[in-house]
């Protein structure tokens, strides 16, 4: 089905159906080697992930709306600029009540996600009286005004969300790319830095020596030229290079039989070529490198062939360009080896920036620094007052033990009795009347009684 080829590209493939069952072939599989393996009838190809952070969810919602018979319909017979405008997001309200309750889940979790990531974010920053629906702004593949239902509006965004951040997705890619090899060169030339004449000589000789080894492959083929994809058909399908057949090729290629030559299915197509260039075994061959390589080789293919420019290549797209001049005479193909990656002026900048940065990481090391010092001071202050405190009690007690009195006890009661004190409940053995003991012989008189009557 068209649908069921795109999500991975964009969603001007996304939503080329928007809802495609995602049965794009991983790029790191050769999918020219699976031509003896037979797919069952709808059996889903697992999908590479399309690099949107909210990757998860935008699959999920897609998942959800393939089991509407009524929007799968509507998703079959619509075309890219329905799709674009939200036309199709208006179905929405003529799916199934059971869909429309799983989409409402979908969308109360990925919120409670977003949420999660913001309060983490400002966590780390030590910040509080988060604000969370005016920080959920700042994402915009949902209606963060509605956390709670998943409605027409939401579809729409999530559409448009997708196909401006696919549409990016490898501009940003080479920005990244080229910032890594930015980096490489220049932690190569700190480290030269930090060796004596000798040493930095010898690790120079063999920075050169690699390069060299690295430039010596076989030669690429131009990407989407006859020779490249026979060598393909030949090395990789196994067939007869003299009976090659640009419309078997095709059909070949087409794992999941959707009738498009996707991005991914284009990329596997170019593995051959690239293990003439890189080889994980090898130190001089970086992998991430070879996929940069893998992307430019999709891209030129993608701009040479795809009349209508929706990243899929059609049967009828991918016939015309193997009639043009470009596929039996291309020109040579220059690796990224060839290439000036980067200027010297670029360099500069960018080290700059990292200086920049590390000033910046320095400044809060010593903040943070002065701060575990400063408590660290305050913890020793407290610790010399408590033993203070300690010293003055013990000299107080010891100086009432020297006076006679007793150190009081916990509640304040004393410890011991001193001499001629009794506990309370004790009966002094004493007689009848008197505080004091009578002398020896002296009989102690009968008490008065009371009933006496005085005159």
């Given amino acids: ?58 699959r999920q919602v897609i998942d959800v709306l393939e089991t509407d ?12 600029e329905e799709i674009k405008s939200g036309k199709l997001s208006r179905e929405l309200d003529l799916v199934s009540h059971h ?3 799983r989409l409402d889940e979908l969308k109360r979790q990925e919120v409670a996600r977003l949420r999660m990531l913001i309060k983490a974010k400002m966590d780390s920053v030590q910040d509080t009286g988060l604000d969370h629906q005016a ?94 994809l026979k060598e393909v058909w030949e090395e990789a399908d196994g067939l007869d290079p003299n009976e090659f057949d640009p419309k078997t090729f095709f059909k070949l290629h087409d794992v999941n039989n959707d009738g498009f030559l996707d991005e991914q299915e284009l990329e596997a197509l ?12 090898n130190e001089e061959d970086d992998m991430v490198e070879m996929e940069e390589e893998r992307l430019r080789m999709r891209e030129h293919v993608m701009n040479e062939v795809d009349i209508n420019k929706d990243r899929l290549v059609t049967l009828e797209e991918f016939l015309r360009a ?40 320095r400044k809060k090391a010593e903040d943070l620094q002065k701060q575990k010092e400063e408590l660290q001071r305050q913890h020793d202050q407290l610790q010399a007052q408590k033993q203070e405190l300690q010293q003055v009690v013990k000299q107080m007690e010891q100086k009432k ?47 008065a009684r009371t009933d006496q009557v005085h005159r």
């Fill in 135 to 228: 920080l959920l702004k700042q994402f915009e593949h949902l209606n963060h005004q509605n956390p709670d239902t998943f409605e027409p509006k939401d579809l729409d965004m999530l559409i448009k969300a997708a196909t401006s951040d696919l549409e990016n997705y490898d501009k940003t890619r080479h920005e990244e790319f080229k910032k890594y090899e930015m980096m490489k060169e220049h932690e190569r030339r700190e480290y030269l830095k930090t060796l004596d004449e000798e040493k930095r000589h010898r690790e120079e000789s063999k920075f050169e020596e690699m390069k060299k080894k690295h430039g010596d492959h076989p030669k690429v083929h131009h990407p989407g030229s006859k020779d490249q």
């Fill in 69 to 80: 018979k009524h929007f799968r319909e509507k998703l079959q017979t619509a075309d890219i």
């Fill in 270 to 281: 170019f593995t051959k070529e690239l293990e003439k260039v890189y080889d994980p075994k």
């Fill in 322 to 361: 193997t009639e043009k001049k470009e596929f039996l005479e291309p020109d040579s193909w220059e690796t990224l080896d060839q290439q000036q990656l980067f200027t010297e002026e670029e360099l500069k900048e960018f080290e700059s920036h990292i200086s920049q940065q590390e000033d910046e990481l």
């Fill in 401 to 447: 033990l020297q006076q006679g009195n007793p150190p009081a006890g916990p509640a304040g009661e004393l410890k011991f009795q001193p001499p001629g004190e009794h506990k309370v409940g004790d009966t002094p053995n004493h007689p009848a009347g008197g505080d004091q003991p009578l002398p020896p012989g002296h009989v102690q008189e009968p008490a």
């Fill in 99 to 101: 869909v429309r309750t």
């Fill in 1 to 58: 089905m068209k649908w069921q080829s795109v999500l991975p590209q964009q969603c001007i493939l996304l939503m080329t159906c928007l809802l495609m069952a995602l049965e794009a072939v991983p790029i790191d599989i050769d999918k020219t080697k699976v031509k003896g393996e037979a797919h069952a009838e709808g059996e889903k190809i697992e999908n590479p992930d399309t690099g949107l952070y909210y990757d998860e969810y935008l």
